[in-house]
Every structure is written in C-alpha cells, then in structure tokens.
C-alpha cells in the first residue's frame, strides 16, 4: 500500500495554439483566402486577436485547440468529478480489466491531523488518523484478494473498492473548455484534490499558451466571484496567487 500525490503531465497539444485561434478568428471578420491567412498574423496580432476574443466572449475560435493531459495520483472521489466535464474525452484506468490486488490509495489531509478527532472517552487522541485510515484500507485489500482468490471476477469484486482507490486518466480537452474547467474547479470552493489538479492543468496548459489562459482560473480572477454566500472571501489572495 502507498500513498500517491497527483501528477499531471501535457502529452500533447494542438501545434501553434495561438496562431491556431488567431486565424480562425481572422476568418470570421476577413476576406483573406484561408491560405493566405499563415502568413498575415503577426505574434503582436496574435496576441491581440486572443485579447479581444476573450473580452467579447467570442470563444468559438478557442475550440479548434485541444490539450491531452495524463493524470494518476488520484482517486475515484477525484474522477467522478472530472467526468461531469462532458466537453471532453476520457480514458481511464478499468477495475474491471485491471486488478486491484496491490491498489494504491490517496489518504486526505485530514486524515493526517493529530487531535483533530476524539475517540469514545472524549480524550485527545487522533483514532481516526492516518494509521487508522491505512489500516482500513489494508482489511478491503484482504477482502479483495479473497473474493478474487475464491473466483469472483475482477469486474465484481471491484464492488469492495473506496473511493480512495488511486486511478489514472487521461484528459482531452479544447482550450474553450479548459477555461470553463479552470474557472469551476481552480476556485477555493472545489474539493482540494481536484483543485490541486486543475491548477496544475492550468500551469502546465499556461507555458504552452501564455496568452490563451492569461486569465484563466477562477471566476474571481476577472471579475466577482460567483460562489454568493459561499465564497471563500479570499479573493485577493486568490487573485495574486493565480495572475502570478
């Protein structure tokens, strides 16, 4: 058994992101033969193309780009979530094809808090702390094994599995979405494992094209935040944070 941190890497993306959009954008306001389009774009227009797109909301032009990200280090709480970004392609791990006897497991933070929790008697005592959190996933790997060692097919005895189990998925997206994913799940709001995950997305997605996700992050980074009562109230923080 072992813990995991989540690890994101860029496999691939679209070649020339930016002078990608910047000529699809050209078409829509410009009589230039699709040909000719290459070779009249400057990077200066490039930039410019991207800046006024984004404050006219025309995000059609960022579909023709897309990024493909690996991801493991995560776990199935962490892909359910990712999944409901249906604007993308996937293809993740299987349980059923996959064994799980040696499974892996992502332990949350909390789990590693002393004190944070108190046992029946009321004393200060973490009973619910890493070790345990360990332990309890070592007695499903027993269970697992078993039900594997006693014929139950893979595809069944996954049925045992937490939602801590690690998995690996690979993530496909276009740049329009991409900015949608960063302002939902970037923000303080998400669930820690998937924020940790997006704003590595965001990093890596942001060396490869400065321009498109200059911006990009939470909702907070543009303008207001759009969680209401429930906002973090952190917002300069996260501004500096995200634009740095």
């Not at 890497?9 to 000529?23: D, G, K, M, N």
């Not at 999944?83 to 799980?100: D, G, L, T, W």
């Not at 046992?119 to 070790?131: F, H, I, L, M, Q």
């Amino acid at each position: 058994m072992s813990e995991e941190k989540v690890k994101v890497i860029l496999l691939q993306y679209t070649q020339y992101p930016e002078e990608v959009i910047a000529q699809a954008a050209r078409l829509c306001y410009s009589q230039t033969p699709i040909r000719n389009l290459q070779n009249t774009i400057s990077d200066a227009a490039q930039t410019d193309f991207i800046t006024n797109l984004a404050d006219m909301g025309h995000f059609s032009p960022f579909e023709h780009v897309s990024f493909t990200f690996g991801v493991e280090g995560i776990s199935r709480a962490c892909s359910h979530q990712i999944v409901r970004h249906r604007i993308a392609s996937y293809s993740q791990q299987s349980q059923r094809y996959v064994s799980e006897q040696n499974f892996d497991f992502i332990i949350p933070e909390s789990f590693n808090s002393q004190g944070l929790f108190k046992d029946a008697t009321n004393k200060e005592a973490c009973v619910c702390g890493k070790e345990w959190f360990s332990s309890i996933m070592g007695m499903i790997q027993q269970w697992y094994n078993e039900a594997i060692k006693r014929g139950i097919p893979k595809e069944d005895a996954r049925f045992l599995l937490p939602n801590a189990t690690e998995t690996k998925i690979i993530i496909t997206m276009n740049a329009r979405e991409l900015l949608h994913f960063f302002n939902v799940r970037c923000c303080n709001r998400a669930q820690w494992e998937i924020q940790a995950m997006a704003t590595e997305m965001l990093r890596l997605s942001k060396s490869v094209a400065p321009n498109i996700f200059k911006m990009a992050g939470p909702r907070c980074i543009s303008g207001e935040c759009s969680e209401g009562k429930m906002s973090c109230g952190k917002m300069d923080e996260v501004r500096i944070r995200f634009q740095s």
